[in-house]
């Protein structure tokens, strides 16, 4: 009987160290916080430098802010928008956004983007489209570090651009 009660202690041990090194096997694999966005060799700038990353934490846009954190607030992006008048010739109806991190020197990088249709269904709307309108979120170097606490932080923004019949209607945040 005692034989059966090792044998059965040590069965359930044996379990709980294969599945507590299987966890931590899985826990590298998640980002630290949800929504995080991890470096990817093929589409990001390896010169491009997280704040604190040994903290592994950036806020989102809306964190410790009043505003829009962007030298002339949002109506300076729409009137550069404006002026290099970006469209698609197909008539496409959704949404394209572009997300990206802005570290605490005010740089951008991380950027990735998802595309919808007007029912809010992934779907691809317009490649060339996309490509001119990350190309626009990347030339945007207004970005003004945030500031938490007295440190200044990393943070994820986005703008996501509302399209009707082949134009931006609308940028959102």
Not at 65 to 72: A, C, H, T
Not at 94 to 105: A, D, K, P, Q, S
Not at 138 to 143: A, M, Y
């Amino acid at each position: 009987m005692k034989v059966l009660i090792r044998g059965a202690c040590l069965l359930a041990l044996l379990s709980f160290v294969l599945m507590s090194c299987q966890t931590e096997k899985n826990a590298g694999k998640y980002p630290v916080t949800v929504g995080d966005i991890e470096f990817d060799e093929k589409l990001d700038d390896p010169a491009f430098k997280k704040c604190n990353p040994e903290k592994l934490m950036s806020f989102q846009y809306y964190q410790g802010s009043k505003g829009f954190d962007y030298k002339g607030e949002k109506s300076a992006i729409l009137e550069k928008l404006e002026k290099e008048k970006i469209s698609s010739e197909n008539k496409v109806n959704g949404y394209i956004t572009v997300r990206f991190l802005v570290n605490c020197e005010g740089k951008t990088g991380l950027f990735r983007v998802q595309q919808m249709n007007a029912e809010l269904k992934e779907a691809v709307l317009d490649k060339e489209l996309e490509n001119r309108l990350l190309r626009f979120a990347k030339s945007l170097d207004g970005w003004i570090p945030k500031e938490i606490k007295g440190f200044k932080v990393g943070y994820y923004q986005y703008l996501t651009y509302k399209i009707e019949n082949g134009k931006v209607s609308e940028v959102l945040p």
